[in-house]
């Protein structure tokens, strides 16, 4: 942060829809003198609110809320209180979400398995401006998604270039149907069929139909659908 930090203990906003892990940290935070617990928010539209009414230091987030994510919790906190520092603490442990948060400007991500003493440590040190994540292990995230994106882009430009009729036996494959049911289905000959399906394996740079099936999945795939996938378990 670059603005003077206000005397006083440190004001902590908690953005948590869950009440027990809400009021377990808010008990863990407040036992500490140098922090306050101000607020609870339950959804990202609590988060604003919060931060338009309260001094807000800290926000101590989850990644997923009923409303949106802590991405956006952090963003409507930020409108009203940009010297606000953000601490992630959540069961995701994806790469696509600790690179969304730290995208959003987070000073920490930790993982909801950790201990009490480096959740406080982590909002302390988040209060004072530090930068949680360590340069090798943001290094480490960020080419992981650049190799992640391309690959997807790779996926889909191997997709783009079947022709009609390979998107036809590469949707009969992705049904279970072989060759000679291809054939059938489509009246034409059997060899015709395996001449294409070997082009659209080359094609997809897959060994075998199922894998040609789960690339062309991959590749049709919205990025960060995945990650929304997770979030009921959080």
Do not use: C
């Not at 400007?105 to 950790?114: D, N, V, W």
């Amino acid at each position: 942060m670059n603005a003077e930090p206000e005397s006083g203990p440190v004001q902590v906003l908690i953005v948590e829809d869950h009440q027990v892990v809400a009021e377990g940290l808010s008990a863990l935070l407040d036992e500490h003198p140098d922090l306050h617990v101000q607020g609870w928010a339950p959804t990202v539209a609590d988060a604003a609110r919060s931060a338009e009414q309260e001094r807000i230091d800290v926000a101590v987030l989850d990644f997923w809320l009923p409303d949106g994510s802590g991405v956006d919790a952090a963003a409507g906190i930020r409108q009203h209180r940009p010297e606000a520092a953000v601490v992630f603490v959540s069961a995701d442990d994806s790469d696509q979400a600790m690179i969304a948060a730290i995208e959003a400007g987070a000073s920490g991500y930790l993982i909801k398995t950790a201990s009490g003493e480096e959740i406080v440590d982590a909002v302390l040190r988040a209060s004072a401006g530090e930068m949680l994540i360590p340069a090798s292990k943001l290094h480490e995230l960020l080419s992981r998604s650049r190799e992640a994106t391309r690959e997807r882009s790779d996926r889909a430009q191997a997709l783009a270039s079947l022709t009609t009729r390979e998107r036809e036996i590469l949707a009969m494959m992705s049904k279970g149907l072989d060759n000679r049911e291809i054939s059938a289905r489509l009246n034409i000959a059997y060899p015709t069929v395996r001449s294409h399906v070997r082009k659209v394996l080359e094609k997809l740079g897959a060994r075998s139909k199922l894998e040609a099936v789960v690339k062309a999945a991959a590749a049709e795939e919205p990025e960060g659908a995945h990650v929304e996938d997770e979030s009921p378990t959080d």
